[in-house]
T-cell receptor
Framework: AQSVTQLGSHVSVSEGALVLLRCNYS??????LFWYVQYPNQGLQLLLK??????LVKGINGFEAEFKKSETSFHLTKPSAHMSDAAEYFC????????????FGGGTRLMVKP | EAGVTQFPSHSVIEKGQTVTLRCDPI?????LYWYRRVMGKEIKFLLH????????ESGMPNNRFLAERTGGTYSTLKVQPAELEDSGVYFC?????????????????FGPGTRLTVL
């Protein structure tokens, strides 16, 4: 069975500071990996995904994530936080071998201080 | 192009009542998914339609939940009778590619969710 762990349900950074949101997965076979963001009163929006090409994946709004097989991690980073980045972020995985179901982590709420 | 839409955005009902949630996927998307987030927990998969057929309903919690997708377009999720633990946000998503094992480009696009409160 797959599982996803997001360390820290709440993360607070200052505007302009580095954003680092952690995601670790548990899967017998490296899965497809996704980061979604949910802004207030909106649906989940795909930030980026890893499907087996380059291990460093660039997404929208300046975010990127690096797939590290040895660490079973897919942490999300952004060099400089902006106030508009305040939202809830979800890491998700999907099996390569069967099914379309996404398995989500618990979510991390990012707060950006001025 | 319109995104995934869900109706209603909020619903407050009493225990024992019936509620029907609706999802309109992106036009042309054969795959439709329902997920649920109970307060304080992670988002969990409920089921997956390919056109009008249920491909995977392994996440449906019990037989009080009935999902349909007549004609392969919009979908409804009915809860009857509703219980307190059914409260949460119900998300719908759709994707273009089909098949049991979706390809790497099979991105799921999510709607804004329906917040269900059972009193």
């Amino acid at each position: 069975a797959q599982s996803v762990t997001q360390l820290g349900s709440h993360v607070s950074v200052s505007e302009g500071a580095l954003v680092l949101l952690r995601c670790n997965y548990s899967s017998s076979v490296p899965p497809y990996l996704f980061w979604y963001v949910q802004y207030p009163n909106q649906g989940l929006q795909l930030l980026l995904k890893y499907t087996s090409a380059a291990t460093l994946v660039k997404g929208i709004n300046g975010f990127e994530a690096e797939f590290k097989k040895s660490e079973t991690s897919f942490h999300l980073t952004k060099p400089s936080a902006h106030m508009s980045d305040a939202a809830e972020y979800f890491c998700a995985v999907r099996r390569r071998d069967a099914g379309n179901m996404l398995t989500f982590g618990g979510g991390t709420r990012l707060m950006v201080k001025p | 192009e319109a995104g995934v839409t869900q109706f209603p955005s909020h619903s407050v009902i009493e225990k024992g009542q019936t509620v029907t949630l609706r999802c309109d996927p992106i036009s042309g998307h054969d795959n439709l998914y329902w997920y649920r987030r109970v307060m304080g927990k992670e988002i969990k998969f409920l089921l997956h339609f390919v056109k009008e057929s249920k491909q995977d309903e392994s996440g449906m919690p019990n037989n009080r939940f009935l999902a349909e997708r007549t004609g392969g377009t919009y979908s409804t999720l009915k809860v009857q009778p509703a219980e307190l633990e059914d409260s949460g946000v119900y998300f719908c998503a759709s994707s273009q590619e089909g098949g049991l094992a979706g390809g790497p480009t099979d991105t799921q696009y999510f709607g804004p969710g329906t917040r269900l409160t059972v009193l």
